[in-house]
């Protein structure tokens, strides 16, 4: 397979990580970027060891937005192009907190939401100029239907998902892939306080169903595939219903 240039934005979730180590045992170049620069050289380190053929990073903060355009400019100008940008970064907010508190919900949409859009609008102008590559990013099955125990991360997962619908009928003709992935429930350091069942995967898992879903150029991926058809049900339950029920 050809060497391929990657990055990953949001570099150090799980999720990012084991798509990354599968990318580095192809051998492919990767630029990292994240908030923690200590972990991030850890992780380059690591990867390296693991096959990659190089690894770059920087520190990167999704909440400042106005280092965006900055950043995106210095991590093409490294590489010269990419074939592949993941998309990674979030945080999972306490829904209750939202509720009583409308600046930490506005805080929620920005990192989830805005944020992403935000870094999406530069990258896409840069890849349309490319004219190949894929553009590929975490959401989450949460943005398939609001409910009342998530609805503030929900709903900025719904926004990135649209934006990306949007974005994925613009570049179709420019030569450019969009994927929407949405993972269910993921074992990772983000959600190790919840109890945890069998729908429940690990990092591993998902990011395999990941990289077959970028290898293939396609447009949205549940992850695990049983979340198809969890949310399929979900989405299709009348609202006279859903709103009776406590999800």
Not at 17 to 29: C, F, G
Not at 61 to 71: G, K, V
Request: with cysteine; proline share 2%.
């Amino acid at each position: 397979m050809t060497t391929q240039n990657i990055l990953i934005i949001g570099a150090t979730s799980a999720m990012a990580k084991a798509v990354a180590r599968l990318w580095a045992q192809r051998s492919d170049r990767l630029y990292l970027l994240a908030r923690n620069e200590t972990q991030l050289a850890a992780h380059a380190q690591d990867l390296k060891i693991t096959g990659a053929k190089s690894v770059d990073y920087a520190r990167f903060d999704a909440s400042e937005f106005e280092q965006h355009a900055a950043c995106v400019d210095r991590a093409f100008d490294c590489c010269g192009k990419f074939d592949v940008i993941l998309i990674c970064h979030g945080s999972l907010p306490d829904q209750q907190v939202c509720e009583s508190d409308v600046t930490k919900t506005l805080e929620a949409l920005s990192i989830n939401g805005v944020s992403v859009i935000s870094l999406l609008t530069h990258i896409a102008n840069r890849m349309q100029t490319q004219g190949d590559g894929t553009i590929a990013v975490i959401t989450s099955v949460a943005g398939d239907r609001g409910r009342q125990s998530n609805y503030v991360y929900g709903s900025a997962k719904a926004m990135v998902s649209v934006f990306l619908q949007g974005l994925r009928n613009r570049l179709y003709r420019k030569g450019i892939s969009v994927l929407d992935i949405k993972p269910g429930f993921v074992d990772t350091p983000m959600t190790e306080h919840f109890d945890k069942t069998m729908l429940w995967a690990q990092p591993t898992r998902v990011a395999a169903d990941i990289l077959k879903a970028i290898d293939k150029k396609r447009n949205t991926v549940y992850t695990p595939r049983i979340w198809r058809w969890i949310m399929s049900i979900i989405r299709n339950i009348p609202e006279l219903i859903f709103k009776r029920l406590n999800l």
